[in-house]
């Protein structure tokens, strides 16, 4: 049986056993105080250690993984556990007891902030009891295609390696789930009528041809297998591309292996503060010089677009002075700035760099950065590398033809979509797809004004990884996308259906 997919979060072709997410009820019994105590805290360790290694794949989510982080070691929640343990309650469930009465008084919290997070901590629960059984069981599992109503971000932090894809009945776009589903290259999509499947039932997912097929003939599956075996290496490197520039988001110099074996023509967007968030004091200008010589070299001959750093609102850090993202952080924080900026600069080793700033508002604010810029680099006698900025403001939409500065533009849709539809970046009903043609409309300006410039023109924000929107941005004369290092496969899909018109 063939199924037509509603919606794509993660590109990919995968065949695999079904696996039901079922919330069945809870078997575990007890075994006493002392054996039940060591199963919480063994579980506790184990997802303190899967949450760590999650975020340094996917830094973007930082402030989900460190709520997390939060309540797992929180010694009020830990000792109301072991007090139900105390009395008679296994871990599992003495845990969701504990974490239950903490979300009860969360919700009596009149924080919008505390509220907001409590879908997130509801997700602790399921961690911890992942890891507990886990341990129970103490062996891996099989590897399967998931089938739920909604994925949990912790069921992929938690299992990942087992997942060959994922069906689900809802699925938003920007979820965490998606983020992580596509981070991890796991083919992950949205059926809105899943249909009647017992664990074991062989299927294929397949958002080449937008279809789920359900207990293939024994020919499709061989077939399947060896195209799977065939294709794996194949579509996570660039395809052919002329006069498109394929280019990657990374966040550290880790994702840059990835980019160079995917073969991307260059990075489009380091987000650098992420570098900045795993620390706790300022980065001297010699510590970050080191960084970005790394990457420099590691790049040589393709360019390596750095963002200065881009904090405030949903991105704090303990020892910068911030509100809201923008201009008025490098103003309230002139030694941070310096100090990257001269980093940046004398890491230009290879004349391979470009320096964008995040946020722009106005043409005003972007010849202010850029000549505190070329002042550094003459006062250093450093090369001058290509300044641009990214689009994600309204009002730099708006009065787009009065930036004549720029030497290129990237646009940010995350931020820009969220400032012109109100669109949350956790959404999970993926509004945004009703506003795709509005938002198209509203960048043909912006395509003809640098075609009558001459500079590069690319879009970096999540966007740019949904393959049906990517061939828009293609049609529209948008020709250079840059996505995360995961992403080859859907650039390769939609530059090649664009191509050839499919
Ligand atoms: C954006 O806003 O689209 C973007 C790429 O920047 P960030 O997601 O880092 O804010
Ligand atoms: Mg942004």
Redesign the pocket.
Known sequence: MKIKIDLVLSNGYTLGPVKTELQSEDKSFYKGVKRELKILDNAIKKSLKDIDETQVKEP?LKDYFLAQRFMISDPMLYSKAKELIEQGLPAKKAFKEAMNDFITNLNKSTSAYLKERIADLEDVVQIINSNIDYDIKNKEDESYILICDKVRPSTLIHDHKNILGIISRVGGFTSHSAILSRSWSIPYVVLEELPKLNDGDIIIIDTRKNIVIVSPESDLIEKCKKEIEEKSSYENVAIEHNDFLFLA?VSTNKDIDRVLNSNFDAIG?Y?T?LIFMNSKKPYTEEEQYTIYSEATELMKDKFITF?TF?VGDD?QIEYLVTNH?GFDNYIKNPKIFEDQVKALLRANKYNNMRIMF??IETEEEFIYLKNWVLRLANEGGYNIPKIGM?L?TKKALATIETFIEPDFL?????????ELYNIS?DDETNEIFNHIQELLESLKKVVEFCKKRDICLS?????ASIKDVAKEFYKIGIKNL?VSPASMVMLNMAYDEYINNK
């Open positions: 973007k988001n967007l987000r503060e963002r881009d991105k993202k995040p946020m990214m994600e990237s646009i940010g849709t995350n931020d820009l979509t969220h970046r879009i970096c924000g999540e966007l840059s």
